[in-house]
């Protein structure tokens, strides 16, 4: 079972992501509001998979922020969650985020993109 730690600020989009980690059988290690949060508890859970929103990132270095949070979590694939479709697709992926997954994407398609990564984690190659 795919263990996911899931970071978003808002306590509505962190209920929509736990419904849909839950269908498809997820187990959802953890929860955080914030960075600081993120970074103490994500790595005490033998994480596979983050899903971390970009505005919860620190502004002055989400480079660093998604650096750091790979020295605590090696293992785990990093997926940014993205509010709006633009150059920040490029700059999570820049970042360091192994795939981002945007938050206007039907539940039906956010749900396939995170089968394809938990396969991903199983089969241990490349996410999409």
């Known amino acids: 079972m795919t263990r996911v730690y899931v970071a978003d600020a808002k306590p ?3 209920s ?3 419904l849909v980690l839950l269908d498809l059988k997820m187990e959802i290690v953890g929860e955080a509001a914030d960075w600081v949060t993120t970074l ?3 790595p005490l859970n ?4 983050l899903l971390i929103d970009w505005d919860l990132l620190p502004d002055s270095s989400p480079t660093s922020a998604l650096e750091e949070i790979r020295k605590t979590c090696p293992a785990a694939l990093v997926i940014i969650l993205i509010s709006h479709l633009d150059a920040r697709q490029q700059a999570a992926l820049s ?6 997954i945007s938050k206007g994407e039907t539940p039906d398609r956010v749900a396939e993109r995170l089968r394809l990564a938990a396969a ?6 490349p996410p999409v």
């Open 95 to 100: 970042a360091g985020a192994d795939a981002f």
């Open 12 to 14: 509505e989009e962190r």
């Open 40 to 42: 103490a508890q994500a």
């Open 120 to 125: 991903s984690v199983r089969n241990e190659t």
């Open 16 to 18: 929509a992501l736990r």
């Open 46 to 49: 033998r994480t596979d998979m």
